[in-house]
């Protein structure tokens, strides 16, 4: 019997194509489809703002649920909020889908859909895989008891780790981070990397004449041009960006950073770059396509990632995917994913001075730059595909399923 003839998969997450905040549902809107090229996947998802079809096929073999729900807004009640829209997905799932089909287990995503996950568990008996993409603890540097709300998530968040069947984790970093934030035995966290498309031929080369002409929107043929993209939060680092800009601009007056992406950071930042008189030399885009990033990466000098905390830091595969020099901080998952020297350049995290120190070395030899580019380029494709990555999700599903066999045979006998 194949994998798509055996029981389906229930996968619940908070985001997928229409509703993507970060790294989570870029995780799930790859890794979902590929699954469900390979065995019965269903997913089910929150359906914000009216947005898109109720359901939907899937890969092959998957289909797509969509329910309605509120989204839920940043503030004291948040984690309330999120239980209510869990419980919008639990209400369907137990009225719509449960009744026709015997699922094998479930799969979710984070405590943001932990909380029907664990009703799900407790009331069906249905195997659960959970994957953890990052925790409060290391989001609030270990200080969960800050203020009630990131210990109320630290909680949910050890109460799914404790009760989950396997754990994924993206990174070896994680995996200890995990272990000890959750109190969960590193025996049941499994290590599966993010990955990124390799599949599809990339759209822009560095050479391109139509390309060389975009990048004149932004910078002069003669200046470096630095590049970070992501949520503009303080763990992911944009200020250490702009403090490193002074000490870049005395050795590369030319030099110009462009800041992408939106987050509760964008008005301190503004501030910080007029404070500093950099208006000339960082500009700040909010929002841009996928398509427009994938071109950054084509011409961008530098792809600078100084995340303060990064469970694994999927940015990273991408820049190196598109060729792009990246400077990294030496930082979770990120050291994972970059060898300092050979696929890129690892800096001390927090600190403007060392990330300065980086992206010069790299300007200053743009050959040898280059020469790494090829090399995480190499090693992006040989290893972060995410055929792989569902293929080795795929093995811990079974791993668990055999568990569950062994366990019930036991109990009969």
């Known amino acids: 019997m194949t994998d798509h003839e055996t029981g389906p998969v229930l996968m619940i997450a908070n985001e997928f194509r229409l509703h993507r905040v970060g790294g989570l549902g870029s995780h799930v809107a790859a890794l979902a489809p590929r699954l469900a090229d390979r065995l019965s996947l269903h997913l089910v998802v929150p359906r914000f703002d009216d947005q898109g079809a109720y359901q939907e096929p899937l890969g092959r073999y998957g289909r797509l649920y969509?329910?309605?729900?509120?989204?839920?807004?940043?503030?004291?009640?948040?984690?309330?909020?999120?239980?209510?829209?869990?419980?919008?997905?639990?209400?369907?799932?137990?009225?719509?889908?449960?009744?026709?089909?015997?699922?094998?287990?479930?799969?979710?995503?984070?405590?943001?859909?932990?909380?029907?996950?664990?009703?799900?568990?407790?009331?069906?008996n249905l195997p659960l895989v959970v994957t953890i993409h990052a925790t409060e603890f290391g989001r609030m540097n270990g200080n969960v008891t800050s203020n009630p709300l990131s210990q109320r998530i630290h909680l949910a968040e050890q109460y799914l780790a404790q009760h989950a069947d396997a754990i994924i984790a993206c990174s070896a970093f994680m995996r200890r981070e995990i272990s000890h934030a959750l109190d969960v035995s590193p025996d049941r966290i499994y290590v599966v990397p993010n990955g990124v498309d390799t599949t599809t031929p990339l759209s822009y080369t560095r050479h391109d004449p139509a390309l060389q002409n975009w990048r004149r929107q932004w910078v002069a043929d003669d200046a470096p041009l630095l590049f970070f993209v992501g949520r503009l939060v303080g763990d992911k680092g944009p200020d250490l960006l702009i403090a490193a800009m002074p000490e870049i601009l005395r050795h590369f007056p030319k030099a110009r950073a462009v800041i992408a992406g939106k987050g509760p950071?964008?008005?301190?930042?503004?501030?910080?770059?007029?404070?500093?008189?950099l208006h000339d030399n960082i500009l700040m885009t909010g929002f841009i396509s996928d398509e427009d990033r994938q071109r950054f990466y084509a011409v961008a000098d530098v792809a600078?990632?100084?995340?303060?905390?990064?469970?694994?830091?999927?940015?990273?595969?991408?820049?190196?995917?598109a060729?792009?020099?990246?400077?990294?901080?030496?930082?979770?998952?990120?050291?994972?994913?970059?060898?300092?020297?050979?696929?890129?350049?690892?800096?001390?995290?927090?600190?403007?001075?060392?990330?300065?120190?980086?992206?010069?070395?790299?300007?200053?030899?743009?050959?040898?730059?280059?020469?790494?580019?090829?090399?995480?380029?190499?090693?992006?494709?040989?290893?972060?595909?995410?055929q792989q990555i569902a293929q080795q999700t795929m093995a811990v599903y079974a791993t668990v399923a055999a568990s569950v066999a062994r366990s019930s045979a036991s109990s009969r006998s």
């Open 66 to 124: 969509r329910v309605d729900a509120s989204t839920p807004q940043d503030g004291h009640s948040f984690d309330v909020q999120v239980w209510k829209m869990n419980d919008r997905l639990n209400e369907f799932i137990r009225s719509e889908l449960l009744p026709q089909y015997n699922y094998r287990l479930m799969h979710v995503h984070d405590w943001l859909a932990g909380y029907v996950g664990n009703d799900l568990r407790r009331r069906q």
């Open 265 to 277: 950071f964008d008005h301190e930042l503004s501030r910080m770059i007029s404070h500093l008189g």
């Open 304 to 321: 600078v990632i100084p995340s303060r905390y990064e469970p694994f830091g999927i940015v990273a595969l991408e820049a190196m995917l």
């Open 323 to 386: 060729g792009a020099p990246v400077v990294v901080a030496r930082v979770g998952g990120l050291q994972e994913v970059v060898q300092d020297g050979v696929t890129g350049i690892c800096v001390t995290s927090g600190r403007s001075d060392a990330l300065a120190a980086g992206i010069l070395q790299v300007l200053r030899d743009p050959a040898a730059a280059q020469r790494r580019a090829a090399a995480a380029r190499s090693q992006v494709i040989a290893r972060y595909s995410w």
